[in-house]
């Protein structure tokens, strides 16, 4: 009758356990799904599991939380949903403010491409330019051997002219790098800036969350269920 009676405790006690992990992953699901929605950052730190001084504290908690559920009157337990996340006042006004920043984010990147493409196809015109000057220069040598000196003059009164054109598409290739390499700069200034905004805005947002009700309801479930487990040991120690 003791081992019918020690398995049955057993099985209740296992299948509790079972239920109890179950809704710690279903709570932990709905916080990740309203976290994200808010677009905040859970950080978790595998290394206090581990952390004595923590557990030993947990133990001193679970103590103190039985000594004094012993003195109330046992009451069936009601399994409430986290409350939804206030959708108006200011978080609100800061999930409109993630988004307006994210969109600005994507247009700075998109501008900082197209400036990127300008810069670069800027270089690869400079680059033509320097070798079609190098091939003129390549020709004006040729021609200085075969040709009389009056056409040797000729050809280097078009060569100066062509220098002058190219002296000046230079300049003006050289004004225009300038002016990219400046908005480039610029851009990714405004980049990092935004950036910077919207992760202030994040962590505003993860304190104003960790002040709702959804997370002090989360935390009394936690704490319901844990002095449930808590009753059944007592029961199986006896």
Not at 139 to 145: F, M, S, T
Not at 189 to 203: F, R
């Amino acid at each position: 009758m003791l081992q019918g009676l020690q398995a049955v405790v057993h099985s209740e006690i296992e299948l509790e356990l079972i239920n109890h992990a179950h809704t710690n992953v279903l709570l932990l699901r709905q916080l990740f799904t309203q976290a994200e929605k808010w677009y905040l950052k859970l950080q978790t730190d595998i290394s206090e599991l581990e952390n004595r001084e923590l557990l030993e504290q947990v133990a001193e908690f679970e103590k103190a939380e039985f000594a004094s559920s012993n003195k109330k009157a046992t009451a069936e337990l009601i399994k409430p949903k986290l409350a939804p996340i206030c959708e108006g006042g200011s978080s609100e006004l800061l999930n409109k403010e993630i988004v307006r920043l994210h969109e600005e984010n994507e247009k700075l990147k998109a501008r900082l491409k197209t400036i990127e493409t300008q810069a670069t196809s800027a270089l690869d015109e400079k680059t033509k330019v320097e070798r079609a000057m190098k091939d003129l220069q390549k020709i004006q040598d040729v021609q200085k051997e075969k040709q009389s000196m009056q056409d040797v003059s000729h050809l280097e009164q078009s060569l100066a002219n062509l220098k002058s054109e190219f002296e000046k598409s230079l300049g003006d290739h050289a004004t225009n790098q300038k002016c990219l390499e400046d908005n480039l700069i610029s851009t990714k200034h405004d980049l990092l800036k935004v950036q910077e905004q919207l992760s202030l805005t994040e962590k505003e947002l993860e304190m104003k969350f960790q002040q709702t009700g959804a997370y002090r309801n989360m935390k009394d479930i936690l704490t319901k269920k844990n002095e449930q487990i808590r009753d059944l040991r007592k029961k199986l120690l006896r």
